[in-house]
């Protein structure tokens, strides 16, 4: 990745689509590279190149947003999705993560915060904003059990997983390869019943208060 962030805004809506792009343009050290109308518009420019974040809507046409998100993720691994949308119910804050995004925001979200997930998510950490925060730890994982028969090192990972790092500085940390934190990764949500990383934080930040 570059110094400058560059970005492709995906939204249906012209008017918001161009709102974005004007505001990204303020924001010093994001680049607006695209904008695309639709989900499969996003993939086609990020097979472009360019690219380091996608800022994806959900509900769009042709292809959706979580569509888009899971094609962009397993054929680009690069390349992050922030979403941003009008909707924080659980559903689709689920299927969200799911497909693989790495944050996600709502349209209540100001120039400011935007930008900050932007980096944060170019980083390669998880980024969600207060409502999304509070819903996640509210009920899109169960309760933890009381031995969940973690190793040392799948505690070490799922930490650092609740602190925000990606899977490559999870090995830079550990000194490990990241197909060994991908192990570890896939051992440890399958022990807590975690079906992917925001259900993972929760789990930690229920069992450890000092994170």
């Not at 939204?11 to 990204?24: C, I, M, S």
């Not at 299927?95 to 997930?117: F, M, N, P, Q, S």
């Not at 980024?127 to 190793?151: C, W, Y």
Request: proline share 3%; hydrophobic share 45%; net charge negative.
């Amino acid at each position: 990745m570059t110094d400058t962030i560059r970005v492709i805004v995906a939204d249906d809506q012209q008017v918001v689509r161009e709102g974005l792009v004007a505001l990204l343009e303020l924001i010093d050290g994001i680049e607006v590279t695209g904008a695309a109308a639709n989900g499969a518009e996003a993939v086609e420019l990020v097979a472009q190149g360019n690219v380091d974040v996608v800022l994806m809507d959900l509900r769009m046409p042709v292809l959706d947003g979580v569509g888009a998100t899971a094609r962009i993720t397993a054929g680009f691994p690069a390349v992050a999705v922030l979403v941003l949308t009008t909707y924080a119910d659980d559903a689709s804050i689920a299927t969200a993560l799911r497909a693989g995004a790495r944050g996600y925001l709502t349209k209540d979200a100001g120039r400011v915060e935007i930008g900050a997930a932007l980096r944060s998510t170019a980083a390669g950490q998880s980024t969600f904003d207060p409502e999304v925060t509070r819903r996640l730890m509210a009920g899109l994982a169960p309760e933890p059990a009381g031995t969940d028969g973690l190793t040392a090192r799948e505690t070490e990972v799922l930490r650092l997983i609740a602190r925000g790092l990606s899977n490559p500085e999870i090995a830079a940390q550990l000194f490990i390869s990241e197909a060994t934190v991908k192990t570890h990764i896939n051992n440890t949500f399958a022990k807590i019943g975690a079906r992917h990383r925001a259900e993972a934080v929760r789990y930690a930040y229920q069992r450890w208060s000092d994170l």
